[in-house]
């Protein structure tokens, strides 16, 4: 059997946001394997399934430069070691110096910005004599980039911070919606900013991951749900589907047909059906597209009319705006995702609980 330590119950910790002890049962249960463990404890319903990327301590700025146009945009991340250098005067020139390099020679790469030059130096020298100038290392960790093709539109939002940044591009085809266009689309990216969409739709998953995701998530609701029957409150529902890609149109079909059988039931006279099915059968998806609602893009309520999914609310600014207006591509920076943690000494504390 492996030897379950102290670092590798705190590794398991920080993955999952679950209790001490519980991770060490599940590292115990799975032999050490701490993916194996990471997956036991989302099946059991202990997982909180927080970001190790949400408490990581990076500092720097993320920094996105748009054209006036919407024709064009860059998002930049830029780290710094301290975030009394990350507010600094000659940081803040250098971000701005670097992102509009970045924007105006549509640079969307590190190793297209290494082959740039700016202020009569290439750009990797440059970035030496700030370091040498500010005195602490600086690293331009990523850049992304989008240029619209004909009727597209891309932009883009930054959080106030610095700390969160989002790009969107769109299709659109009335040119003399542009504008119109161009702020819904900064709209968006502001929702996208704040609720953390992992990816644009639900045609990113694939049926292994849905199965996996499901586990996991009934696993959640049931262990809720003891709780509010501990309190005789309402117990929650425990959905058959969580994801629009297993809602096929036989699933929608029979769902109509179960609606219809108890409208009849009901004695509702059949005049009125056709207003009462389309509701049913949009609270239906609704209840049965749970992580599509956490981690999709459009399958999110809009922080800005939360009655609409993104989905929904891009549709009625189509009809508003008589246009027809996509969604094209989705790019999230958050500042320091993926970035370890310099190891701290915890083990007191978790041997003190492991006895």
């Known amino acids: 059997m492996a030897e379950i330590n102290a670092q590798l119950v705190k590794q398991l910790r920080e993955m999952t946001d679950a209790g001490m002890m ?43 430069k748009v054209s006036a146009d919407f024709s064009k945009a860059v ?35 590190l190793e297209n910005l290494e082959k740039s030059s700016i202020d009569g130096m290439g750009y990797g020298e440059y970035l030496k004599t700030q370091i040498a100038k500010i005195g602490e290392n600086i690293v331009v960790r990523r850049i992304a980039g989008i240029t ?10 930054v959080h106030s911070n610095g700390r969160v940044g ?46 996996k ?8 609701v049931e262990k809720e749900n003891e709780e509010l029957r501990r309190l005789g409150k309402p117990l929650k529902h425990i959905p058959e589907y969580i994801s629009r890609i297993e809602i096929t149109d036989d699933v929608l ?50 922080v800005m009319d939360d009655k609409k999914t993104v989905a929904q609310a891009i549709e009625h600014k189509s009809k508003e705006l008589n246009d027809q207006i996509e969604i094209l591509e989705y790019i999230r920076f958050e500042l320091g995702e993926g970035i370890e943690k310099k190891v701290e000494n915890f083990a007191e504390e978790v041997m003190a609980q492991m006895k």
């Open 22 to 64: 519980d991770c060490k049962k599940a590292l115990v249960e799975t032999d050490g394997d701490i993916n194996k463990a990471v997956e036991y404890l989302r099946e059991k319903g202990l997982s909180k399934a927080a970001k190790k990327a949400d408490r990581i301590a990076s500092e720097g700025v993320v920094s996105i």
């Open 75 to 109: 998002m930049i991340e830029i780290n710094s070691e301290t975030d009394f250098v990350a507010k600094n005067d000659g940081f803040k020139d250098l971000v701005e110096k670097t992102s509009n390099l970045a924007k105006d020679m549509a640079v969307f790469s």
């Open 148 to 157: 619209a093709g004909t009727n597209q539109i891309v932009n883009g939002y």
């Open 166 to 211: 989002v790009l969107i591009s769109a299709s659109y085809k009335d040119k003399k919606n542009l504008q119109a266009c161009g702020e819904f689309i900064r709209n968006i990216c502001m929702h996208a900013a704040a609720m953390k969409p992992q990816v644009l739709d639900y045609k990113s998953f694939d049926l292994d991951f849905i199965q």
């Open 213 to 220: 995701e499901k586990i996991a998530l009934i696993a959640e």
């Open 253 to 302: 079909k029979n769902q109509e047909n179960a609606i219809k059988e108890e409208l009849k039931k009901q004695n509702k006279p059949e005049a009125i059906w056709d207003r009462i099915i389309p509701g049913q059968i949009d609270r239906f998806i609704a209840d049965n597209t749970l992580i599509d609602q956490r981690m999709t893009l459009l399958g999110q309520f809009f």
